[in-house]
Antibody, heavy 119, light 110 residues
């Protein structure tokens, strides 16, 4: 059974940093791209970014709203994807979902972790 | 950047009725790159349809997707109580690689 479990969310002040983790199980983690998707309270879904599998270079892509501030990385030996969030803004407040990216869509989702950016 | 517009914003229907949800793209989208998700309150989204018309694993056949170009549709043939939720369409753009969602359609009990 595919499982994705996010951790690391919490309350953080504007301008500070936070790192989220996504621990995967039930599939060969290294074979897949992994994405992060967020959802602000009461709002819709917003793609944050993804990291390709090593077979496709392990490179990353980001939404314009987070590019230069957020970094996605992966540790295939541990089956973990990370989202490093720097220079956080109040508008980054959201539930952050880790997803398995099946080429052009998201076939499995974690339960999400809440990040609140507030002073 | 391709923008996805979903309509209506809210659909009020009774169990057993047919639901037709629309997703319109600002530019042509490859059918292979269009997906639909269902989200219930307090839960993560769930993949329903990919490639515009292929049902994901375990999705009942009352859910169907269709469309091409700029107009895509999700149809629920007969609403079950568990189908009342918010539905999102999503597309993949390759140059540069971006994934975008529509604003969602809420299907509520009338």
């Amino acid at each position: 059974e595919v499982q994705l479990v996010e951790s690391g969310g919490g309350l953080v002040q504007p301008g500070r940093s936070l790192r989220l983790s996504c621990t995967a199980s039930g599939f060969t983690f290294g074979d897949y791209a992994m994405s992060w998707v967020r959802q602000a309270p009461g709002k819709g879904l917003e793609w944050v970014g993804f990291i390709r599998s090593k077979a496709y270079g392990g490179t990353t892509e980001y939404a314009a709203s987070v590019k230069g501030r957020f970094t996605i990385s992966r540790d295939d030996s541990k089956s973990i994807a990370y989202l490093q969030m720097n220079s956080l803004k109040t508008e980054d407040t959201a539930v952050y979902y880790c997803t398995r990216q099946q080429l052009v869509h998201f076939d499995y989702w974690g339960q999400g972790t809440l990040v609140t950016v507030s002073s | 950047e391709i923008v996805l517009t979903q309509s209506p914003g809210t659909l009020s229907l009774s169990p057993g009725e047919r639901a037709t949800l629309s997703c319109r793209a600002s530019q042509s989208v490859s059918s292979s790159y269009l997906a639909w998700y269902q989200q219930k309150p307090g839960q993560a989204p769930r993949l329903l349809i990919y490639g515009a018309s292929s049902r994901a694993t375990g999705i009942p056949d009352r859910f169907s997707g269709s469309g091409s170009g700029t107009d895509f549709t999700l149809t629920i043939s007969r609403l079950e109580p568990e189908d009342f939720a918010v539905y999102y369409c999503q597309q993949y753009g390759s140059s540069p690689p971006r994934l975008t969602f529509g604003g969602g359609t809420k299907v509520e009990i009338k």
